[in-house]
């Protein structure tokens, strides 16, 4: 028996590979002795979806979301949790909801990260209501979207301020095909952005509490092989730039698992997507990152129940804006204050001391479970549940090949 229990919930939509990834390391992890020297256990339930009075007091102390942006009702009961009951969340339904990929660009602006060009146009179609047309004839000024889009220049993608799987991305090289794609975003509202073009690399970053794991990414490849695994494919300089505005990004809109795309050319970093309510994880893209994910995740919530980790709800926007506002600071010292604003909100240090003395074993739990029957028969089912049966073999020996790789490197 452990002094103290500890529910974690688990908000899923279709997912099932990371959720028993998760699931079997928490068993693994047994008691934890915390700081206050009691024992602790944390266990998992997956939560269902059901009427709730809005004054009833939940089982869980953490949630982790992978629902609520699209699924309203899981939504309404999350922030009901946050409000009323100090349950805390991965991530924020409120800051989700209310800043979207367009407000995450205009933070960064004015934080000073390279964000490319942008405009924001508006809808192409009337919107349902009523008001819609008299609203328009009287204040919708005319616009020449030629005209719009030179300011930006080609080639530029058009894609929707609140965008997600590359759902109505598409790049634009000239007059024509912006006319087309604009015709075809019928109710979408969507941004035109400047292309990042000749970009030596696309680094994709995982942020999950204060651990970011950089990866190389190839979005011309299918999902399988997108993630390359390859560890030194930027400089010192420039994988801490990235680092630092995943987490300076985190910490601003209070997002605690998410990722982060930058595109790097030279020594330039230019963030294009960062704000990720629910990051891919899944086993069959992250493939040799996959265990560190699950570490990763696994610690933060760990911390978090344990510690008795504050959920914090306010923004505390000031602070950074004071840094991004002061004219005497370069880009460099800039991004060194936001890193040390990010590490106060991730209690950074608390959070490594914390992992160093009470989940020490962690990564033995890990290699042990990577290297189990277990693990191989989650591969087996997630393999056979993705692909079709004349490709099993193929991607059973390419995410397999991957994860005997993980496993030299970490044995
Ligand atoms: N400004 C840009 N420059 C170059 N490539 C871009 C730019 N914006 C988007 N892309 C490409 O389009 C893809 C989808 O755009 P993104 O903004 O990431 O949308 P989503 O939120 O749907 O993932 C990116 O992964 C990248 O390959
Ligand atoms: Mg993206």
Redesign the pocket.
């Known amino acids: 028996m452990a002094d103290v229990e500890h529910t974690i919930g688990l908000l899923l939509g279709t997912e099932d590979d990371w959720p028993r990834a998760y699931e079997a390391l928490l068993r693994r992890l047994g008691i934890v002795t915390g700081p206050d020297g009691r024992s602790h256990r944390v266990g998992s339930e997956r939560v269902t979806i059901e009427p709730f009075n809005l004054r009833d007091k939940p089982r869980h102390e953490l949630v982790i979301d992978r629902l609520a942006y699209w699924y309203y009702h899981p939504r309404e009961w999350l922030k009901k949790i946050s409000l009323m009951d100090d349950v805390y969340l991965l991530n924020s339904p409120f800051t989700f909801q209310s800043m979207e990929?367009h407000a995450a660009y205009c933070a960064m602006i004015r934080l000073g990260l390279k964000v490319?060009e942008t405009v924001l146009v508006p809808y192409k179609n009337p919107l349902d209501n009523s008001r819609y047309a008299y609203t328009a004839a009287r204040y919708n000024k005319e616009f020449d979207l030629d005209a719009t889009a030179a300011q930006v220049g080609y080639p530029?993608?058009m894609?929707?301020y609140d965008?997600?799987?590359?759902?109505?991305?598409s790049?634009i090289r000239n007059s024509d095909e912006l006319h087309s794609a604009y015709d075809a975003s019928g109710e979408r509202l969507m941004h035109l952005?400047?292309?990042?073009?000749d970009?030596d690399v696309?680094a994709r970053s995982l942020t999950i509490g204060p651990e970011t794991m950089v990866m190389k990414?190839r979005?011309e490849q299918p999902m399988h092989a997108r993630y390359e695994v390859d560890h030194g494919f930027l400089t010192a300089d420039v994988g801490h730039e990235v680092v630092t505005i995943s987490r300076l990004v985190n910490a601003f809109f209070r997002w605690e698992f998410n990722s982060c795309?930058s595109?790097v050319r030279g020594t330039d970093v230019?963030p294009?997507?960062y704000?990720?309510a629910c990051p891919d994880v899944a086993v069959t893209s992250l493939h040799y990152y996959f265990p560190w994910a699950m570490s990763a995740l696994l610690r933060w919530t760990v911390f978090c129940v344990v510690t008795g980790r504050k959920p914090r709800l306010d923004m505390d926007t000031s602070r950074y804006f004071a840094i991004g506002d002061d004219p005497s600071l370069s880009y460099a010292e800039k991004l060194g204050e936001y890193r040390r604003l990010a590490d106060e909100y991730f209690e950074t240090e608390r959070y490594e001391e914390f992992c160093d003395k009470h989940l020490r074993n962690v990564d033995a739990i890990v290699y042990d479970w990577v290297t189990s029957e277990e693990f191989r028969s989650l591969l087996r089912e997630t393999v056979r549940a993705t692909y079709p049966v004349h490709e099993h073999e193929k991607f059973l020996g390419h995410f397999g090949g991957l994860i005997d790789a993980w496993v030299r490197d970490h044995s």
């Open positions: 990929k490319p530029l993608f894609k929707p965008g997600g799987a590359w759902v109505g991305v790049k952005q400047a292309a990042v073009e970009y696309f990414f979005p795309e595109l230019y294009i997507d704000a990720n």
